[in-house]
């Protein structure tokens, strides 16, 4: 079931792409060119489609309609609008639930060095945690981990793959 929602976000992500994002590559993390280069893509799971039954399930959902993972340009831990928008749904629900607390791993496509990815990592949990505390989220209850390129959603190496290891996911400790 995994394997068939991973094909299927990844056939919604190249639906939704305007433009190619295969024009070469720019060292650590990413490609150059396409829509990804230009800024943080930021976009949500929702977006791409969550399986049914994946609500509060930890497969893209955070909680029923709230989308748990946000994504990242190429070497970018920059919040693009819509990033923000699903970090706001997160803090909501957060602060409906305020016994609950979260813990945030940042990751980074397969792409260049373990220390590079870590780094990045760590710096896009943090801009999501940040972000949650800018809110109105006590940060006691928000832990981050980076996991770098170890923990990929989408196997491949892909444009598209990539695209959806950039990330920051928020799960429930």
Not at 60 to 83: E, H, N, Y
């Amino acid at each position: 079931m995994r394997r068939l929602w991973i094909v299927f976000a990844a056939a919604a992500l190249l639906a939704a792409c305007t433009s190619d994002d295969t024009a070469g590559t720019s060292g650590a993390g990413g490609t150059a060119g396409g829509p990804a280069a230009a800024g943080n893509i930021g976009v949500d799971s929702s977006a791409l489609g969550t399986p049914a039954g994946a609500e509060g399930s930890g497969a893209g959902m955070l909680a029923p309609g709230v989308a748990d993972r946000v994504l990242f340009a190429t070497d970018s831990s920059v919040l693009a609008p819509d990033a923000r928008a699903t970090l706001e749904r997160q803090a909501a629900w957060l602060q409906q639930n305020p016994r609950i607390a979260v813990q945030i791993s940042g990751n980074a496509d397969e792409r260049g060095t373990e220390e590079y990815n870590l780094a990045l990592g760590e710096r896009r949990a943090s801009a999501a945690r940040d972000y949650l505390v800018s809110k109105g989220v006590q940060g006691s209850r928000i832990s981050t981990i980076s996991y770098g390129k170890d923990r990929p959603v989408a196997l491949g190496s892909t444009p598209d793959a990539w695209a959806l290891n950039r990330n920051a996911i928020t799960a429930q400790r």
